[in-house]
């Protein structure tokens, strides 16, 4: 499996849907952001995709991390790809100037995170927490922590990591135990214990600067005592050179189903000298800052997989040989004929190809208004966030369960050949399966999302989005090529908003209800924001057929699968719509005991 750039589907959703270089010109720090700079990256991003990352995809699979007496040793090319990595500038892309970034837009870099991960996932987590880490510390920190940090974060000479949960709490940060001791100094004394942390040890890099949750004595229980903290794993002189080892140690790296050439370590904090990030006790909104970055970059994530899936299973499909088609001999000199002649294979295919073009079109439509929140003002950064706020949670869960879904089908479309390690397919699978976990789970996506994001805020965020639609339905209703698309977009938005209002009344009776509903309420909003967008593609698709352009055939490929998702795949909420009517008691009414009769 040689992955391929997508670079005229990106160039078609970046410019052609969503008018990056118009969007830039309305956030000042951004105007130098124009095509030909975008296009010119997007080139060089591809070319190193191709030709440095995807080549150790499967190579650093199979030997993974090495793992001894606390050092992690990365697989063969890592470093080499990473060095090229740093000097081709992506580490400093949306970085601030001032210390030595380039001050380019976070969707810029969500682009190229998506080539760099499609090639090689594994390889991509390396630099992809430095870039919240990065963050956070340019939001939070001290001008003496960005002086301090920065620059060679961003240059990448250094890389950061975000150390949150621990072995009893998972996802429940409310309990960890990691504590903070305050020194005289200034500093404070970090000791505790962090798991799952990934890229937390490795030999890329000089030093690595960990992001630490940790609590302060006599905090208060739960979220509201959290505080942040700064933990480099080796401290930094005054002059900004490398003084000695911290009291940070990998005690060990996890035996993985997939991603294993990512160092997934548990981290030991022994009595290590940390710096206080932030105020006190507000470390888990200063980490909302590293957490919606990172929870974009796993958006990315069910987009890559889905990518990959599909160019592998095309090139399968078009060139294995398997029975005849039911409707005629399509390659009479062939023994058999090709199995993309078969509609079960197509539809495997054109599901693997809706969710990859249609999820790169929501994983750049959210990161456009990330780079409002970053660099906006005004109404349009209140705007933005709440529609960051509305949208991560549905990109996160949605793109990732249905990345695995189309991980699968391209396991399936090589039959037995996907089973096996040497076309990739299997690999897809495994590196996959993680995006439904990290960065909180499904199920807690879609809690935050029908809970928090819907009902917490009395429906706003979500009238924020239903208004934007409603007003693309209404500007063409009255066209006839647009009327397959547009009539059933309108009929899900209203449906959405029912949907909405009947869970609301369920929970008034039961507060479980909004528990039972959440995941199928997630899948239904997945589905129907896809479906916007994919209208969305498709009339700028037959605009450009109207126009006569010399690109039918992509173009009118664009159309045909805008048909598919509409015929074949926005059917689905049905089943979620139903599941939700039947409310809550068909899971709670069995007792604990009865689970095992």
Same mark, same amino acid.
């Given at each position: 499996?040689?992955?391929?750039?997508?670079?005229?589907?990106?160039?078609?959703?970046?410019?052609?849907?969503?008018?990056?270089?118009?969007?830039?010109?309305?956030?000042?720090?951004?105007?130098?952001?124009?095509?030909?700079?975008?296009?010119?990256?997007?080139?060089?991003?591809?070319?190193?995709?191709?030709?440095?990352?995807?080549?150790?995809?499967?190579?650093?699979?199979?030997?993974?991390?090495?793992?001894?007496?606390?050092?992690?040793?990365?697989?063969?090319?890592?470093?080499?790809?990473?060095?090229?990595?740093?000097?081709?500038?992506?580490?400093?892309?949306?970085?601030?100037?001032?210390?030595?970034?380039?001050?380019?837009?976070?969707?810029?870099?969500?682009?190229?995170?998506?080539?760099?991960?499609?090639?090689?996932?594994?390889?991509?987590?390396?630099?992809?927490?430095?870039?919240?880490?990065?963050?956070?510390?340019?939001?939070?920190?001290?001008?003496?922590?960005?002086?301090?940090?920065?620059?060679?974060?961003?240059?990448?000479?250094?890389?950061?990591?975000?150390?949150?949960?621990?072995?009893?709490?998972?996802?429940?940060?409310?309990?960890?135990?990691?504590?903070?001791?305050?020194?005289?100094?200034?500093?404070?004394?970090?000791?505790?214990?962090?798991?799952?942390?990934?890229?937390?040890?490795?030999?890329?890099?000089?030093?690595?600067?960990?992001?630490?949750?940790?609590?302060?004595?006599?905090?208060?229980?739960?979220?509201?005592?959290?505080?942040?903290?700064?933990?480099?794993?080796?401290?930094?002189?005054?002059?900004?050179?490398?003084?000695?080892?911290?009291?940070?140690?990998?005690?060990?790296?996890?035996?993985?189903?997939?991603?294993?050439?990512?160092?997934?370590?548990?981290?030991?904090?022994?009595?290590?000298?940390?710096?206080?990030?932030?105020?006190?006790?507000?470390?888990?909104?200063?980490?909302?800052?590293?957490?919606?970055?990172?929870? $974009?970059?796993? /958006?990315?994530?069910?987009? %890559?997989?889905? *990518?990959? +899936?599909?160019? =592998?299973?095309?090139? &399968?499909?078009?060139?294995?040989?398997?029975?005849?088609?039911?409707?005629?001999?399509?390659?009479?000199?062939?023994?058999?004929?090709?199995?993309?002649?078969?509609?079960?294979?197509?539809?495997?295919?054109?599901?693997?190809?809706?969710?990859?073009?249609?999820?790169?079109?929501?994983?750049?439509?959210?990161?456009?208004?990330?780079?409002?929140?970053?660099?906006?003002?005004?109404?349009?950064?209140?705007?933005?966030?709440?529609?960051?706020?509305?949208?991560?949670? $549905?990109?996160? /869960?949605?793109?990732?369960? %249905?990345?695995? *879904?189309? +991980?699968?089908? =391209?396991?399936?479309? &090589?039959?037995?050949?996907?089973?096996?390690?040497?076309?990739?397919?299997?690999?897809?699978?495994?590196?996959?399966?993680?995006?439904?976990?990290?960065?909180?789970?499904?199920?807690?996506?879609?809690?935050?999302?029908?809970?928090?994001?819907?009902?917490?805020?009395?429906?706003?965020?979500?009238?924020?989005?239903?208004?934007?639609?409603?007003?693309?339905?209404?500007?063409?209703?009255?066209?006839?090529?647009?009327?397959?698309?547009?009539?059933?977009?309108?009929?899900?938005?209203?449906?959405?908003?029912?949907? %909405?209002?009947?869970?609301?009344?369920?929970?008034?009776?039961?507060?479980?209800?909004?528990?039972?509903?959440?995941?199928?309420?997630?899948?239904?909003?997945?589905?129907?924001?896809?479906?916007?967008?994919?209208?969305?593609?498709?009339?700028?698709?037959?605009?450009?057929?109207?126009?006569?352009?010399?690109?039918?055939?992509?173009?009118?490929?664009?159309?045909?699968?805008?048909?598919?998702?509409?015929?074949?795949?926005?059917?689905?909420?049905?089943?979620?719509?139903?599941?939700?009517?039947?409310?809550?008691?068909?899971?709670?009414?069995?007792?604990?005991?009865?689970?095992?009769?």
């Amino acid at each position: 499996m040689q992955y391929k750039a997508p670079l005229r589907d990106i160039q078609f959703v970046m410019h052609e849907l969503l008018d990056s270089e118009s969007h830039y010109k309305t956030l000042p720090a951004f105007q130098e952001a124009d095509r030909e700079l975008m296009d010119s990256l997007f080139e060089m991003a591809a070319s190193f995709a191709e030709n440095e990352l995807s080549p150790l995809n499967q190579s650093g699979d199979a030997e993974g991390c090495q793992f001894n007496n606390g050092q992690v040793t990365t697989p063969k090319g890592f470093k080499e790809a990473y060095k090229a990595y740093c000097e081709l500038g992506f580490p400093a892309l949306s970085a601030e100037e001032d210390f030595g970034g380039q001050n380019m837009p976070f969707s810029l870099s969500t682009v190229i995170n998506e080539m760099v991960g499609t090639a090689n996932w594994s390889f991509s987590m390396y630099p992809g927490l430095s870039h919240g880490a990065i963050q956070t510390i340019e939001h939070h920190g001290t001008d003496e922590q960005k002086q301090t940090y920065l620059e060679k974060m961003v240059s990448g000479e250094w890389s950061g990591t975000m150390c949150l949960t621990e072995a009893h709490a998972g996802s429940d940060l409310g309990i960890i135990r990691t504590k903070a001791e305050p020194k005289e100094d200034g500093s404070y004394s970090i000791t505790g214990q962090k798991i799952f942390i990934s890229a937390g040890e490795h030999d890329l890099t000089d030093n690595i600067i960990h992001i630490v949750l940790a609590r302060l004595p006599g905090a208060p229980a739960g979220t509201k005592g959290i505080s942040l903290f700064i933990v480099p794993k080796v401290t930094v002189n005054e002059d900004g050179s490398l003084a000695e080892n911290n009291n940070v140690v990998c005690g060990s790296i996890e035996h993985k189903m997939g991603i294993k050439a990512s160092a997934t370590c548990v981290m030991n904090f022994d009595g290590a000298t940390g710096y206080l990030i932030g105020p006190e006790n507000r470390g888990l909104q200063c980490m909302f800052t590293f957490m919606n970055v990172a929870r $974009i970059g796993t /958006a990315v994530q069910g987009l %890559t997989a889905a *990518e990959y +899936a599909f160019q =592998g299973s095309l090139t &399968y499909a078009k060139d294995r040989l398997a029975m005849r088609s039911l409707s005629g001999v399509k390659a009479p000199e062939k023994v058999a004929d090709p199995i993309i002649v078969h509609p079960a294979v197509r539809n495997m295919l054109l599901t693997e190809k809706a969710f990859a073009e249609g999820g790169r079109a929501l994983v750049y439509y959210l990161s456009h208004f990330a780079d409002t929140v970053a660099k906006g003002e005004g109404d349009a950064l209140k705007f933005a966030d709440q529609m960051l706020s509305l949208l991560t949670p $549905i990109a996160k /869960a949605f793109l990732t369960e %249905t990345g695995l *879904e189309a +991980a699968n089908h =391209g396991v399936q479309v &090589y039959g037995g050949h996907g089973f096996i390690s040497e076309w990739g397919m299997e690999q897809n699978v495994r590196d996959t399966r993680i995006a439904c976990l990290y960065e909180g789970t499904t199920e807690i996506q879609a809690l935050d999302l029908l809970g928090r994001k819907v009902l917490g805020s009395q429906g706003k965020l979500l009238a924020n989005f239903v208004k934007i639609i409603q007003t693309f339905c209404e500007e063409n209703k009255e066209n006839d090529e647009m009327g397959q698309f547009i009539r059933p977009l309108a009929k899900h938005l209203k449906e959405w908003g029912d949907l %909405t209002a009947r869970i609301g009344m369920q929970a008034t009776e039961n507060p479980d209800a909004v528990g039972g509903a959440a995941v199928d309420y997630m899948y239904f909003s997945g589905y129907v924001t896809l479906a916007y967008l994919w209208a969305r593609m498709a009339l700028v698709a037959q605009t450009e057929l109207a126009n006569g352009t010399s690109e039918q055939a992509f173009y009118d490929a664009k159309v045909k699968t805008a048909q598919f998702y509409f015929a074949k795949l926005l059917p689905r909420t049905t089943t979620h719509v139903q599941r939700i009517s039947t409310g809550v008691e068909p899971y709670m009414s069995m007792d604990v005991d009865q689970f095992a009769f």
